[in-house]
T-cell receptor
Framework: DAGITQSPRHKVTETGTPVTLRCHQTENHRYMYWYRQDPGHGLRLIHYSYGVKDTDKGEVSDGYSVSRSKTEDFLLTLESATSSQTSVYFC?????????FGPGTRLTVT | GDSVTQMEGPVTLSEEAFLTINCTYTATGYPSLFWYVQYPGEGLQLLLKATKADDKGSNKGFEATYRKETTSFHLEKGSVQVSDSAVYFCALSGEGRGGKLIFGQGTELSVKP
């Protein structure tokens, strides 16, 4: 257990509304990541962070923003949710060059 | 860019059968390679890893060998159990900074008693 929690675990929202997902870690790891999981695509990187206020884009960053104001929290925001953002979102941390994943957030955009 | 290709599933086996899940990769440099497992309704768990050519990762009876000459990292287990039913993901650490992972599409394994 790498001490990673995600909230909420499930969310249903309407198209066009903003949504923020939270990832919280308890072990002070420098690197944190947001991935989305979709059938046939495995997991794809959205954004990652390499320190407080230091973030960078991943493979599928369009429509998403992130923020990291504290080491322990990494927020993913969908500014205006679309149906194509219906997915399962996983947060991860890096420890000893390995990544450990949170339990996921299932987001449905109707 | 870097990529990972896994054999398509679902794979259905009887208990105690031999398992192979194929994984091949394309990458620049010398990536580390990983297998993750996802049980229903859960997040991904690191199963095993290998960091250089000819390394063998192993855990819980699963094994995979980093073959640079064939750019492969096939997952094997000699005798599967019903409890091994899950989705298995092959991944590599991508080029550039940040330790980003590139995943294959996942292979679903179902083991029948």
């Amino acid at each position: 257990d790498a001490g990673i929690t995600q909230s909420p675990r499930h969310k249903v929202t309407e198209t066009g509304t903003p949504v923020t997902l939270r990832c919280h870690q308890t072990e002070n790891h420098r690197y944190m990541y947001w991935y989305r999981q979709d059938p046939g695509h495995g997991l794809r990187l959205i954004h990652y962070s390499y320190g407080v206020k230091d973030t960078d884009k991943g493979e599928v960053s369009d429509g998403y923003s992130v923020s990291r104001s504290k080491t322990e929290d990494f927020l993913l925001t969908l500014e205006s949710a679309t149906s194509s953002q219906t997915s399962v979102y996983f947060c991860a941390i890096r420890a000893s060059y390995e990544q450990y994943f949170g339990p996921g957030t299932r987001l449905t955009v109707t | 860019g870097d990529s990972v290709t896994q054999m398509e599933g679902p794979v259905t086996l009887s208990e105690e059968a031999f398992l192979t899940i194929n994984c091949t990769y394309t990458a620049t440099g010398y990536p580390s390679l990983f297998w993750y497992v996802q049980y229903p309704g859960e997040g991904l768990q690191l199963l095993l890893k290998a960091t250089k050519a000819d390394d063998k990762g192993s855990n819980k009876g699963f094994e995979a060998t980093y073959r640079k000459e064939t750019t492969s990292f096939h997952l094997e287990k000699g005798s599967v159990q019903v409890s091994d039913s899950a989705v298995y993901f092959c991944a590599l650490s991508g080029e550039g900074r940040g330790g980003k992972l590139i995943f294959g599409q996942g292979t679903e394994l179902s083991v029948k008693p």
